[in-house]
């Protein structure tokens, strides 16, 4: 039996989209903010890196809060829309700021400035705008290949977002005079473009009615429910805190290879390859998207195509450390390309992950919360590339990094190897282990068999 499609072509591209928004933040920001206010401002790496770690704490909330608020928002535009689509004028505005840290203030005034733009950023405009769009995964069909098919076009164009955006800025910003006022004009016009994509993504898809999500039942207790009862229906779904655990080391693994700016610049004495290592790192992700949601088709679901991709991560990141250390950048690209190839399928089937995920909390506990279940894509990214970039700033100011330095003492470079070399490598391995133990998919079909409730085709996708 055919499961019922919801989408055209043009409506997957459409959400998929969006991610372009979402990356014109993401790459721009964790890729290069340490970079520009240490070497442009010339802020202490290990004060920024704090106040980040700072920012975190009192943004932590904020993802369960936007959550629970998308699962109670009735509007013509639907549950997640509204959020989706103004969430961003926020961001376009505080993504600036964050690149616009006024020259001619005082060093108290421009950590109170970024602060404060890094910290709006990330825990009020980007948060509405990113669990809303990923929770329209759950809202906009209910056909599971419908669901792999949307992350896939939503990562290849987050991943080729990313490879734009970390290929062209560094030459983007020296063109436009290198100077704090051309960090400032890149960041404009990136958000720009971003408020203009994340329009058009947010128009082309229409949710679901909530009689047709629920197949016609009322849901007159669904949806009371408070925010204390929204976090404790997450904490007790135990696939949740996986991937909330499996998103923050991801996002701390990226955090470390944007950090690789610095390893290109002062290890390998040449910024530019920067660029090439970017490529060698989307091209591979952006091919084993667009071949996902084949392969779950094939090994008949989720688990076993992340599992297998995984294990080619982890040897290609230890590949990459061998041709590191033996002074190999030809190698390095290759085997860096390998270990993306292997993370791609998680990228591609995330999103119908978190709403399996969603599922086995309305098969334990009785209620839907998809908003506040794609907390964890927006939690994972604050937190682990927050983070990410806080333990940039803190290695770095430990190591006796000094921005404007014209040399840096070899336990900085020996800081950098580390950071871009073997800490990828140990999050890769962590995430293996979670990965492992994720068989959200075949516990649901358990609990259906066992209550007697039919299956939803799932194994056909």
């Given at each position: 039996m055919e499961e019922k499609k919801y989408l055209k072509w043009y409506n997957k591209v459409g959400y998929g989209s969006g991610d372009i928004a979402g990356n014109v933040v993401y790459a721009f920001l964790t890729s290069f903010v340490m970079i520009y206010l240490t070497e442009t401002v010339g802020l202490a790496s290990g004060i920024v890196g704090t106040l980040i770690a700072f920012s975190k704490l009192l943004d932590g909330f904020t993802d369960v809060f936007f959550g629970s608020l998308i699962d109670k928002t009735h509007s013509k535009?639907?549950?997640?829309?509204?959020?989706?689509?103004?969430?961003?004028?926020?961001?376009?505005?505080?993504l600036v700021a964050c690149f616009a840290v006024p020259t001619s203030l005082g060093k108290t005034a421009q950590y109170t400035?970024?602060?404060?733009?890094?910290?709006?950023?990330?825990?009020?405009?980007?948060?509405?705008?990113?669990i809303a769009y990923s929770a329209l995964t759950s809202l906009i069909t209910k056909n599971s290949k419908e669901r792999v098919q949307m992350g896939s076009y939503r990562f290849i164009f987050a991943f080729s977002t990313s490879l734009l955006i970390q290929s062209i800025t560094v030459g983007f910003v020296d063109r436009c005079g290198g100077d704090a006022a051309a960090w400032r004009l890149v960041a404009i016009i990136y958000a720009v473009i971003g408020l203009?994509?994340?329009?058009?993504?947010?128009?082309?898809?229409?949710?679901?009615?909530?009689?047709?999500?629920?197949?016609?039942?009322?849901q007159d207790n669904e949806e009371k429910y408070g925010l204390i009862r929204a976090f404790k229906l997450l904490v007790k779904n135990k696939y949740y805190m996986m991937i909330c655990g499996t998103y923050i080391l991801q996002q701390l693994y990226s955090a470390m290879i944007g950090a690789g700016l610095f390893y290109m610049t002062w290890v390998l004495k040449n910024k530019n390859l920067f660029g090439w290592f970017a490529w060698a790192v989307n091209i591979p992700l952006i091919v084993a998207l667009i071949f996902t949601p084949t392969l779950v088709g094939k090994w008949k679901g989720m688990y076993k195509l992340n599992m297998r991709g995984y294990m080619l991560a982890v040897i290609g990141r230890a590949l990459v450390v061998v041709a590191g250390y033996i002074g190999n950048v030809p190698l390095m690209l290759v085997f860096t390309a390998v270990a993306a190839l292997g993370q791609g399928p998680w990228q591609g089937d995330m999103n119908a992950m978190i709403a399996s995920c969603s599922e086995y909390t309305y098969l334990t506990q009785g209620k839907h919360v998809d908003g506040t279940m794609y907390s964890c894509t927006s939690l994972g990214v604050k937190i682990?590339?927050?983070?990410?970039?806080?333990?940039?700033?803190w290695l770095m100011e430990l190591s006796g990094y000094v921005g404007k330095n014209t040399t840096q003492p070899q336990s900085a470079l020996d800081m950098m190897q580390f950071m871009y070399l073997w800490l990828p490598l140990i999050f890769d391995v962590l995430i293996l282990v979670i990965l492992s133990k994720m068989n959200v998919e075949a516990e649901n079909e358990r609990i259906k068999l066992q209550?007697?409730?039919?299956?939803d085709i799932r194994h056909e996708i």
């Open positions: 535009l639907g549950k997640a829309r509204p959020w989706m689509l103004y969430g961003y004028i926020g961001c376009a505005v505080t400035w970024f602060f404060l733009a890094y910290t709006l950023l990330n825990g009020i405009f980007y948060t509405a705008n990113n203009v994509v994340n329009t058009i993504s947010c128009l082309s898809v229409k949710e679901l009615s909530e009689e047709e999500l629920n197949e016609g039942k009322t682990g590339g927050g983070i990410g970039t806080a333990v940039v700033g209550r007697g409730i039919g299956s």
